[in-house]
């Protein structure tokens, strides 16, 4: 709120009368301020302050009260902004057409709520007893990467509070950018680079505490993994076996469901079966006997899942990392569904942290994070989970969305492409990526067969799919669900359906 003082125009004498009709409160905190010219006012002067309480007494209430030196013919006035919560103030005193010299002094005190001492007073992060010069600012706020390239990363964060001059970027002891905003792009990094900084503010009294943020530059290369890997679920129907399915259709990978808890953070198969010696492991070793290879789902739709079991990161990366640890794992797909994970945000951040603790314990695995989406993209929940990934820098390699339950008899084709072209607009604003390397970086994982909503997919709208997906350069991954099902059923497929050979899982 901007207030004019009545009397802008003060003569010496003026002047001189105002200091006696308002004196600095014997019972108030007094402080002075250095005034220096100001590039955007003209002839003038100013003098900023920031004043805040600890208690809870409201700013609202303090009576701000000021004196200037005999002698001077001045105009003025005072800008007040309260944050929020009521308890900071920043105080603008302008002065214009003055007769004031750089660096003169003008006196002001203030009270609290009436009489009495201001109480955990600060001005300029100095005590409101001090002669007011511009103590050291505090530290920035909130720092964050918010864009990258595979040779900048931009960065940015919230006001220090205080009399702020500017900011330095360092990297270590060296300064790699200085900036009179809250922004500063740091240019001439390699690609796939890791970056550490502190940001700090300045000012004539010196640099407050630094506030660290780090970043990776783009253009890691995606670790190898699957480009088909259709469903394999030991715990549902009559499923194949999983090398008739790899003689038939040629395919190498499969993508074992599902890893869920077994009890706490604990990872099993179907939460049921063992995670070594049962039958999911005789099946992992027959495919690799074969030539081939796979990956676990964790997660899924239904069932006590490891996400909101896990009451930590680190304890959730943990539980990934015994599964890793008992297959040698080249890759992990987590596919995070429903509301207690997908629509919790909690449970989301928990699950990108962890997988950003996978990647830093395991060089070269790939990790995916599935999940599903409208026709026209990923929703708000998905649109969240691809900002987060990106803003948390946990690196996940591959974005896959299900494109099926839309609303029954849909375009399938045509929603499948949608829907990707979707997730690619989401990834291109959270990551700042090219349509190539956004591309790269997705999934599809359909439903062969009928869905839940009766939506068939049947063998020629999934080879227009995977021609599209490979028209656009080579895809992160294709998938479906699942061996067990068959494509060709005229009615609802169910557990009963038999596997496929013809399904279109070659890449």
Not at 410 to 423: F, H, I, P, Q, R
Not at 428 to 446: L, P
Not at 485 to 505: D, E, F, L, V
């Amino acid at each position: 709120m901007r207030r004019l003082l009545p009397g802008l125009l003060l003569t010496a004498l003026s002047a001189l009368v105002l200091a006696l009709l308002v004196p600095v409160p014997a019972n108030a905190a007094a402080a002075t301020a250095t005034f220096t010219k100001t590039s955007d006012w003209g002839s003038g002067y100013e003098a900023r302050y920031t004043i805040s309480n600890s208690t809870g007494d409201a700013i609202s209430g303090w009576k701000v009260e000021f004196d200037v030196p005999s002698g001077s013919t001045i105009g003025s006035y005072w800008d007040a902004l309260l944050t929020k919560d009521g308890q900071h103030a920043t105080f603008t005193h302008r002065e214009y057409n003055s007769t004031l010299a750089a660096g003169a002094k003008v006196t002001f005190g203030f009270l609290v709520n009436g009489p009495g001492a201001p109480q955990n007073c600060k001005l300029n992060g100095g005590s409101c007893t001090d002669d007011g010069t511009p103590g050291v600012p505090g530290a920035p706020g909130s720092p964050g990467v918010t864009a990258r390239t595979d040779t900048s990363l931009t960065l940015s964060w919230s006001p220090a509070n205080g009399t702020v001059t500017g900011y330095r970027v360092y990297e270590g002891s060296a300064v790699r950018a200085t900036a009179t905003q809250t922004t500063a792009t740091i240019s001439g990094l390699t690609a796939c680079s890791d970056h550490t900084y502190t940001i700090k503010a300045y000012n004539d009294a010196g640099e407050s505490a630094g506030s660290s943020v780090s970043g990776t530059t783009t253009g890691c290369t995606t670790p190898a993994g699957p480009r088909a890997a259709p469903y394999l679920y030991m715990g549902w129907g009559n499923p194949p076996s999983a090398t008739t399915v790899m003689n038939a259709t040629g395919n190498k990978w499969f993508t074992m469901a599902f890893i869920l808890s077994a009890g706490g953070c604990n990872p099993n198969w179907d939460g049921q079966r063992p995670l070594t010696g049962g039958v999911d492991a005789q099946t992992i070793a027959q495919i690799r006997a074969a030539g081939g290879d796979v990956l676990p789902s964790i997660g899924g739709w239904s069932g006590n899942k490891l996400g909101p079991n896990c009451s930590s990161p680190e304890l959730l990366a943990g539980a990934y990392q015994k599964v890793i640890d008992a297959f040698q794992l080249k890759s992990i797909d987590i596919d995070i569904e429903n509301t207690d994970e997908f629509e919790n945000a909690v449970v989301q951040d928990r699950v990108i942290n962890a997988l950003k603790i996978v990647k830093q314990k395991n060089p070269g695995i790939q990790t995916i994070l599935t999940f599903g989406t409208t026709t026209s993209g990923p929703n708000t929940w998905g649109k969240r989970l691809i900002d987060q990934s990106a803003k948390l820098q946990a690196n996940v390699d591959v974005f896959t969305i299900m494109p099926f339950d839309f609303n029954g008899g849909a375009d399938m084709y045509g929603n499948t492409v949608n829907a990707s072209e979707g997730l690619k607009n989401a990834l291109k604003s959270a990551f700042g990526w090219s349509d190539e390397t956004a591309y790269s970086h997705m999934g599809i994982s359909g439903m062969n067969g009928y869905s839940d909503q009766k939506e068939i997919t049947t063998i020629p709208i999934w080879t227009k799919i995977r021609d599209w997906s490979k028209s656009k350069g080579p895809p992160s991954s294709r998938r479906t669900w699942t061996c067990s099902r068959s494509c060709r059923s005229t009615s609802t497929a169910g557990p009963t359906c038999t596997a496929t050979p013809s399904t279109p899982a070659r890449a």
